[in-house]
Nanobody, 124 residues
């Protein structure tokens, strides 16, 4: 079983930046697509960004141009750099590993494992 632990969340003013990290243990994630999702209070969990094992990335329209997903396979870690943050980015952010091994269509992420989440709060 893979364990995913997110960190880097916090309180930031609108226009600021944060970098989230997702450290994996128990299994190597280098050959899996990884993704970030978020859930705001009273709303459904929504897709934010995903990255393939080949480093191709895909983003939700709401974050395109502001967020960047990346991975460091040597550290078994995935990152989400968030710039120009807006109050509507406030949510709990979750790291996820795709269920299947190998290259996948990033528009069709099928989550097999979730992290516990990290809170991001953007003040206006």
């Amino acid at each position: 079983q893979v364990q995913l632990v997110e960190s880097g969340g916090g309180l930031v003013q609108a226009g600021g930046s944060l970098r989230l990290s997702c450290a994996a243990s128990g299994r190597i994630i280098s050959n899996y697509a990884m993704a970030w999702f978020r859930q705001a209070p009273g709303k459904d969990r929504e897709f934010v960004a995903a990255i393939n094992s080949g480093d191709n990335a895909y983003y939700a329209d709401s974050v395109k141009g502001r967020f960047t997903i990346s991975r460091d396979n040597a550290k078994n870690t995935v990152y989400l750099q968030m710039n120009t943050l807006k109050p509507e980015d406030t949510a709990v952010y979750y790291c996820a590993r795709n269920r299947a091994y190998g290259l996948v269509d990033l528009r069709l992420i099928d989550v097999g494992s979730w992290g516990q989440g990290t809170q991001v709060t953007v003040s206006s």
